[in-house]
Every structure is written in structure tokens, then in C-alpha cells.
């Protein structure tokens, strides 16, 4: 069964094609970067429109490199949120039409849902397991058992990790998006140079907070009290010990409490998905943990952790061969669903 996914929650346009919810045929995923550089994040008003001018030339991209047409697609899958709502509306708009005017099922897909199973794209289901989603907005573990049966067992109360990562970033002049810079840098330095704090909050829960890290790393730049500035001052040996501290920092709480909710759930698979999973030293860190606690890291193929239509069209055919259908009423959501939060 052949599943055309389309994702435009934020500031990737993306279309995909997938087969039997596993096997990618195409996924095609244009980045806004260029647009939003200047001004140090994601414009809204821009996104949605840059969205509008892309869309239909990804989703021919899609299928062509699938090689199949319109006529081949068996249904529809796409983002109705959480994101950006004029950024979803591009997509779900443009699934609408197609489902319609194709007359083929549509399937609406939570962002965070498909993040959180990405790990199955083109693999072995790992489930039962605990997944780890890593991303710009949202850092949150799931007790997953299978593909619709997803619980989310902690998250962060304040700052996510890719915002974290985005903001040390801005503090270090290093541009947007912040993540790869950020990592890019921490390979020059040594993460044992500056102790940043850990927030290890509540032990018993599985809960992560960022914004403390954000502003030590600030205050240790600026001093304390300080706003963000020019950073001249610092040394290229100081910027790349800052990098690597707080990435040692960042990643730290991320996999102590990945294996300790593992070891709750009573599992023995540990997934990983979302932007910051494309982080080389995280998945370096959690597959060492693995290893040591006997657990099996299964990490998101790094295509498919940051934003993509492969892991829409996925998970779209699970809700689709379980009888989840949207209709022609559906409208994006821009906040969490009530029962996820
Ligand atoms: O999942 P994603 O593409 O979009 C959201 O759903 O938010 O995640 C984007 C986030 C950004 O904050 C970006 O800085 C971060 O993922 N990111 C990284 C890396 N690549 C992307 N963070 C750390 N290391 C990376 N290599
Ligand atoms: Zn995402």
C-alpha cells in the first residue's frame, strides 16, 4: 500500500512516499533556512508562505522519484499539528485536495507521534519500547508498546533540547539553526572544561528543564545579569570548551533518564528520534548506556530525525489499516492534543 505523507508543521516543506508503512520510496524535504537565517529564528508569516510556493513541486518531486503518479497513491497522510498554524494549514490543505479530489482515504498524524516512532522507518519494529524524542519544541519520553499505543511518560517543563541547542547558539554567535553549529564546535573542545549544571529535577519522574543550562552558559560568557552580546572576548579554544560543556551537559540528563524509564517500563529497547537525534555525541553517549544497561538503542536513521514526510506517511499507514480516518473537516492544531500533554 503506497502512502503519500506531507509534513509542513514548521519550516521544512516535506513530501514522501512510503510503502507498507515501512519501506521509503521517496522523501523529499526542502529547508527555509536561507529565509529565516537573518532574523535568528522561524518567521511564521514567512514559513506559511514559503510553503505555499513549495508544495506542489515537492509533492511531484515525491512521486516522481518514486516513480509512481497520482493515480498509484492509496491514501493520504499529513501533519495536523502541533506546529505553526499557518504552516500546517499549507499541508493539510493541499492533502485535503489530493484525498478528494483522488478519492482515497485521508489520515491525519501528530507530529511528536511519528517523531516518537520514527525508529521503525525501514527497520524491525523495536516495540515494546522507550522513546526518546529529541527536537526543537518538545523533549519528551514515551512508553511505546506499538505504534498506536503510545504513553507519554515525562517532558520537558521548560526549554527543549533543540531550543537549548538554538539559544547557546545565538549566545555564541554561531547562527541559526543552532544544533549542528553548536555540535560542529563541541568536537573542537573539551566537555570536561566548565562544569554547567545538570537539572535532574524529581528522580522519580522523568521529567527534563533546559532554560537553567541556557542561562549558565550565558552568564558564564557574559557574567552574571548579563544579555546576550558580542562574544570577541572569547578565545576559539574558550568558544569550543563552551560548546562541548554544554553539549556534555545537555546530553547527560537526556540518557540517564532514557535507561532509568527503560528500566521502569520493564523494556528492553530504547528508540530515538527528533532533530537533536541527528546529534552525533548523544547517540554516541545513549549507545554506550545501552550497552552498559543491556538495553538496544534502535536511534532514528539520521534522514529521518529532523522534520520529514517519510515518518508522516509511516505512521499514517498504521492509523489507516487500524480504520483512523480523517475527513474533509479536518483543521490543523496548533498546541498539543488535551490527551497529550
Ligand atoms: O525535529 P526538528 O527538525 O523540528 C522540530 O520538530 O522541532 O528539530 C529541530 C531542532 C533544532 O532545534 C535544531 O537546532 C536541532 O533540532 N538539531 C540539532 C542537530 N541537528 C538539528 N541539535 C543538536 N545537534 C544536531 N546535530
Ligand atoms: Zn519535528
Redesign the pocket.
Known sequence: MLILGIET??D?TSAAVVCDGRAVRSNVVTSQIALHERYGGVVPEIAARAHIEAIDHIIGRALATAGIAYGDVDAVAVTDGPGLVGSLLVGVTAAKTIAMTLNVPLVAVD?LHA?AVSAALGAESPWPAVSLV?????TSLYHVRDFLDVQLIGQTVDD????A??KV?AILELGF????A??RLARQGDPRAIRFPRAWLDEAHFNFSYSGLKTAVLYHVHGTGRKYGSTAHLRPEERADIAASFQAALIEPLVVKSVAAAHACGVRNLTLG???A???A?RAALARACAEAGLTLHATPTEY???NAAMIAALGYHKLTAGQLADLWLEPRAGLARARR
Open positions: 508543521s514548521c521544512e507530529h517523531h529529541v527536537s526543537g519544541g518538545h527543549a533540547a533543540g531550543e541547542f538554538d547558539a539553526p543552532g544544533g549542528p553548536v555540535e527528533g532533530g537533536v541527528s546529534n552525533a548523544l530525525c529532523t522534520d
